[in-house]
Structures are given as structure tokens and as C-alpha cells.
């Protein structure tokens, strides 16, 4: 049995570990501060942007913090803050303007009454609240380094088995090279992970665990743009009526065709002196994306949105980023199965008699990756964090232990979730009318099974989706189990049917 001394110098020597965070954003920052609030001293993050709130127009996304995001802001304290910055569902407001300049708004219904308030809010300012939070309360203990990229990760000590170490080469301000040797890397660098890609390289003899698998889904590889439009812009040509923050808006266009059509997406934010974002999403051949100067993007838009004076919300300087930035793509659902790498181990030390390694761990889109259609990258990516929290608890915050656990605890889920976001809301963006039409008759039929027959049927998956109290892999199981008995039941009544077929037929025939 330890002594009191050695028992403290062991949760000295843990704590005193050196942690290097790659990527700055949501489940960057997240990890930072629950690693702090759980003792953690050493911790630095790396962040290839300039500032914490930098805006990048492309990047204006809105989040809606639900239940499941709600886990790791609660246990950091942080769900009053965010609620402050933030507009609520319950007060989501969405007017619709058609092209003749006609509007109607509706307050949209609340699915669950039960479920719990979620937070529409910018990135930026969500990113910007975890980072105050570091730089009020965990200054002490989490270094953030803007303009800091990582290059290069090596395990040194290969010819040793027993003394492997991480070595991570970072450019700093594209000038200065640092190297670090952190005991726990942690990979939160997206999509295009550094860090997975290097575990993939180093377990690529033995797996394919570090490769990401994909499943196309109907909105993958949608291609999108933003628009950035001022604050409180005119809403019609008079001016008389302008855009309310916490309102969102739906504007529809005039042109018709899968090729020219187009509306504008804009969701809600609290701060009134905000730029508005308006999102733009179709296919990669949609006429918007062929338009390469600012005149021709005015002439476009004043076609497509008769009902406002275009030139006066979108000016000069925004028209010109807008025709020439690339924009982005809806990625393709996807998921790798292996959530950590642990280096060989090595003995601590003679008095404290246990084997510790050195690890790395992926969370957020360095591990699952898919369209936004379900609103669960930012909340999944915070649940990440939270389950890692959890398994780090179980494990007494043994690198050795908890990662291997927090594999176990997350990769269902991780799996479960690529899959609903192939199924739950995928036709939203009017890609294909006979697509959506079958998607809403599958939605509409499950939803009404479910009210009429709830011990059978259960409600379609994006509703589930919203239950923060259930796992993805709970929802994904529900789903199935739905979707059989909906065969099942079509079987019977096609045996049915071809039965009574069959019957007036022999009737026909007995008659004669």
C-alpha cells in the first residue's frame, strides 16, 4: 500500500504532466479547461488562427448548443453564461419572405416539452466564451498559441521499447520552430487531422483503425457559401421593415430550376450590432458558383430576389469576397474506429510501482465527420470531452487506463451518430423534390405510427436526436427496430393483398 507521501507524490507527478492540444476550436478549448478543472497544470494549446474571435466569413457558422453540448457546459459552470449570449429555441421566431415581398412568421413548435432549452449562438461567440473562460479562471494552467501550427509529430526512443516518447514539431507565427514533448497529445484539428494521420501512418502494418470509413448520404458534397449581410438590413425595397437579431429569415427566390433556383438561410444571434449570415447551399453546378466578379453576382441576386435591394445589403467589398471565395463542401459521413494510441510503456519509478505510458486521443471531427443536418457536430464534439472527463474519473486520470475506456464508452456512439446523419434530416436543402418527397412520407409515416401505436413504433430519428438523455446508439437501435416492423408490416399486408388477389380470382373462376 502507497504512504500518504508517495500516494501525494504520485498525484503530483500525474497532474504535472504535460498536455498539447491540437486545434483551437470548440473541442480544442473544451478539453483544455476540463483537463484544468480536473488538476491538470501543463497544458497548451495550438490554434492556426490569428485571435480567438476571428472571423472568418466561410466559417460564420451558428450553433445550437442542445442537451448533449449542455453536459460539458454544466460541469464547467458555463450554461448560465451561455444562455446570456445566446437566442433560445423557445423563443425561435422564423419569417419566411416570398419573392412578391410577402411575409409570414411562425414561432416554431416545440417537439419535446421536456427537452431541455437549447442556445442559438455564433461559432465565434461560443469559441470566444471558452476562451475568456481560460484566460478569467485557468491562466495558470492552459497556454493558448495563436498562429501556432502543428508540422510534424515523431516517437523518439523507437530502438528502445521501453523509453518511447512523443516529440512534436510546432511553427510558431510561420517563424520559429518549438518542439514539445507532451506525455498526452490530444487531436481536435478537425477533418484533415495531423494527428490522425499520423497514427494512421504508424498503424498502417497492422489496421486500418485510424482510416476514416464513409458513407455518402443525399446532402454530402453539397457545396455552400456565406454571405455576410450588416446588421439590421432592410428587409424591403421601401426600407420600412428591417431584420430583426433574433429572428431568422427564409428568403426565397424567384428563379425556377434545380440549376438557378436558390433562397437564403439566416438563423438567429442575440448581439443586434452583429453582421447577419446568410447561408447559400447547393449543387457543386449550380449557376451561383459560376458568378466571378461583383456585377455579375448583383445582376444574379437582383433576378432572384426581386423583393430586395440588393445592392444595398450586400456591398461592394462583400459582393467581391463573395465572388471570388471558394466557399466549402458538406463532407461525406464518416468515422474512424480508433480513438487513441498509446505509446510503449515504462515504469515509473521503484517507489510507485505501476506502468504509465505516454498517449494520444482524437475527439470532435478528427474522429466523425458529417453535413450539418442534425446539429450534432459542435454538441457531439462537447460530448467527446465529456465522455473522456468521465473515463478519466474512472481511471484516477491514468493516461494508460482512460484512454482505452473512453474508446470503449464513445466509439458505439461515434458510429451510431455518422449513421443517423446519413438518414435523420438529410433532403432539408431542396436538392431533389422526389427525394424529399419519399423522405417525408418515411418522417410522416413513423411520426404518426409513433403517437397512434408508441409500444411499436418509435418517433422518426430527428426527433430522438433531440432527447440528450438518450445515446446515439440507443437512437440508431430505436430506429432499426422501427424500420423492421415497418417491413414486417408491409410484408403482411402485400401477403394480404395477394391473398384477397388471389381469392377473388378463384371466386371469379368458380362463378363461371
Not at 455564433?122 to 501556432?148: G, M, S
Not at 506502468?355 to 465527420?369: E, F, K, P, S, T
Not at 470531452?385 to 473515463?391: D, H, P, R
Request: net charge neutral; with cysteine; glycine share 6%.
Amino acid at each position: 500500500m502507497l504512504s500518504e507521501e508517495s500516494f501525494a507524490q504520485k498525484e503530483s507527478d500525474r497532474f504535472g504532466q504535460k498536455v498539447l492540444i491540437v486545434g483551437g476550436g470548440p473541442a480544442g478549448l473544451a478539453t483544455a479547461l476540463m483537463l484544468a478543472k480536473r488538476g491538470w497544470t501543463n497544458i497548451t494549446v495550438l490554434e492556426q488562427r490569428a485571435t480567438a474571435d476571428y472571423y472568418e466569413p466561410d466559417k460564420s457558422f451558428n450553433y445550437q448548443i442542445d442537451g448533449r453540448g449542455q453536459k460539458f457546459t454544466d460541469f464547467l459552470g458555463l450554461t448560465e453564461k451561455l444562455s446570456e449570449i445566446s437566442v433560445p429555441s423557445t423563443e425561435f421566431y422564423l419569417t419566411k419572405i416570398k419573392p412578391n415581398g410577402s411575409c409570414t412568421t411562425s414561432k416554431l413548435p416545440t417537439v419535446d416539452p421536456n427537452r431541455k432549452t437549447a442556445y442559438w449562438l455564433p461559432r465565434k461567440a461560443f469559441v470566444l466564451l471558452l476562451y475568456q473562460e481560460i484566460e478569467q479562471h485557468w491562466q495558470d494552467r492552459i497556454t493558448v498559441l495563436f498562429n501556432a501550427k502543428c508540422v510534424q509529430i515523431n516517437k523518439k526512443g523507437r530502438n528502445n521499447p521501453h523509453q518511447e516518447k512523443l516529440e512534436v514539431v510546432v511553427s510558431i507565427e510561420n517563424e520559429s520552430i518549438v518542439t514539445f514533448e507532451p506525455n498526452l497529445l490530444v487531436g481536435c484539428d478537425g477533418l484533415h487531422s495531423i494527428v490522425r494521420n499520423t497514427l494512421k501512418e504508424w498503424d498502417k502494418p497492422t489496421s486500418d483503425k485510424f482510416e476514416m470509413k464513409l458513407f455518402p448520404s443525399p446532402s454530402s458534397s453539397l457545396r455552400y457559401k456565406v454571405l455576410t449581410l450588416p446588421p439590421k438590413f432592410p428587409l424591403d425595397r421601401s426600407g420600412k421593415e428591417r431584420a430583426v437579431s433574433t429572428v431568422a429569415y427564409a428568403i426565397r427566390g424567384a428563379l425556377r430550376g434545380r440549376k438557378r433556383s436558390v433562397s437564403l438561410g439566416i438563423l438567429p444571434l442575440k448581439n443586434p450590432d452583429e453582421p447577419r449570415s446568410a447561408n447559400i447551399i447547393k449543387y457543386p453546378d449550380h449557376q451561383i458558383w459560376e458568378l466571378k466578379n461583383p456585377e455579375e453576382l448583383y445582376n444574379f441576386f437582383e433576378k432572384a430576389f426581386p423583393q430586395l435591394p440588393v445592392r444595398q445589403i450586400v456591398p461592394l467589398e462583400e459582393a467581391e469576397r463573395f465572388a471570388n471565395s471558394e466557399g466549402g463542401y458538406f463532407p461525406i459521413p464518416q468515422y474512424c474506429s480508433g480513438l487513441y494510441f498509446l505509446l510503449s510503456q515504462k515504469q515509473a519509478s521503484h517507489e510507485i510501482p505501476e506502468y504509465r505510458a505516454d498517449g494520444i486521443v482524437l475527439l470532435g471531427d478528427a474522429i466523425h465527420c458529417f453535413p450539418p443536418d442534425i446539429g450534432q457536430g459542435v454538441n457531439s464534439a462537447l460530448e467527446d470531452v465529456y465522455i473522456l472527463n468521465e473515463a478519466l474519473s474512472q481511471t484516477n486520470d491514468e493516461i494508460s487506463r482512460a484512454l482505452p475506456l473512453y474508446e470503449s464508452l464513445r466509439l458505439p456512439d461515434t458510429k451510431a451518430l455518422v449513421y443517423l446523419a446519413r438518414v435523420a434530416y438529410p433532403w432539408q436543402y431542396n436538392q431533389d423534390s422526389l427525394g424529399k418527397l419519399l423522405w417525408s412520407v418515411n418522417f410522416f409515416l413513423r411520426l404518426v405510427l409513433s403517437r397512434l401505436m408508441p409500444f411499436i413504433f418509435n418517433p422518426p430519428a430527428f426527433f430522438l436526436i433531440q432527447n440528450h438523455q438518450l445515446s446515439y446508439e440507443q437512437i440508431w437501435v430505436q430506429g432499426k427496430r422501427t424500420t423492421t416492423t415497418l417491413y414486417i408490416l408491409g410484408l403482411i399486408l402485400l401477403c394480404g393483398s395477394l391473398a384477397f388477389f388471389l381469392n377473388a380470382i378463384q371466386t371469379s373462376i368458380a362463378h363461371f
